[in-house]
T-cell receptor, first 108, second 112 residues
Framework: AQRVTQPEKLLSVFKGAPVELKCNYS??????LFWYVQYSRQRLQLLLR??SRESIKGFTADLNKGETSFHLKKPFAQEEDSAMYYC??????????FGSGTKLNVKP | DADVTQTPRNRITKTGKRIMLECSQT?????MYWYRQDPGLGLRLIYY???????NKGEISDGYSVSRQAQAKFSLSLESAIPNQTALYFC???????????FGPGTRLTVL
């Protein structure tokens, strides 16, 4: 079975500090990799996808195929970044597997 | 705005009852999904459908069935609800090639 691991349930940082949310996935072929975010009282929504190599709201994600990791990073966290973050590799034509999520709390 | 809607938003039911959760979308997407979310476990895929005549089991389909009545509608049924099906249920849609998933607001189901 495909697996995705987000080892931190909760990550607390101060505003302006760097943040890294970890994600490791089990290897099977070449999954497409995504990060989804859920802000308070909002729906789950796409943050970024690896194939686009994009930076959204200052976040980037580096794919390391050797370590099968797709960690999400931001150099300077903002209070509005506080949310639940889910790593989601997609296998087999768009079949997604979501991690258990990391709650990011950015303190003022 | 094109949207994904779910009804009901909250439901409390008793063990053994049949329950249907409905999902509708106005995004015009062919692909639709049902997930359940449990604390500490993230989202797990129950069923997915790539078009009206296509239904596929996901990771945890036992105890559930689905019906794709039209491109815009995808219903999830619990034939005989049990307490460990208490969870938050999400519907989602997507459209290739971008493969971004668009989620509904969720249905909170409690089985007593």
């Amino acid at each position: 079975a495909q697996r995705v691991t987000q080892p931190e349930k909760l990550l607390s940082v101060f505003k302006g500090a760097p943040v890294e949310l970890k994600c490791n996935y089990s290897y099977s072929g070449s999954p497409e990799l995504f990060w989804y975010v859920q802000y308070s009282r909002q729906r789950l929504q796409l943050l970024l996808r690896h194939i686009s190599r994009e930076s959204i709201k200052g976040f980037t994600a580096d794919l390391n195929k050797g370590e099968t990791s797709f960690h999400l990073k931001k150099p300077f966290a903002q209070e509005e970044d506080s949310a639940m973050y889910y790593c989601a590799p997609a296998y087999n034509f768009n079949k997604f597997y979501f991690g258990s999520g990391t709650k990011l709390n950015v303190k003022p | 705005d094109a949207d994904v809607t779910q009804t009901p938003r909250n439901r409390i039911t008793k063990t053994g009852k049949r329950i249907m959760l409905e999902c509708s979308q106005t995004k015009g997407h062919d692909r639709m999904y049902w997930y359940r979310q449990d604390p500490g476990l993230g989202l797990r895929l129950i069923y997915y459908s790539f078009d009206v005549k296509d239904i596929n089991k996901g990771e945890i389909s036992d105890g559930y069935s689905v019906s794709r009545q039209a491109q815009a509608k995808f219903s999830l049924s619990l034939e005989s609800a049990i307490p460990n099906q208490t969870a938050l249920y999400f519907c989602a849609t997507s459209d290739p090639p971008r493969n971004e998933q668009f989620f509904g607001p969720g249905t909170r189901l409690t089985v007593l």
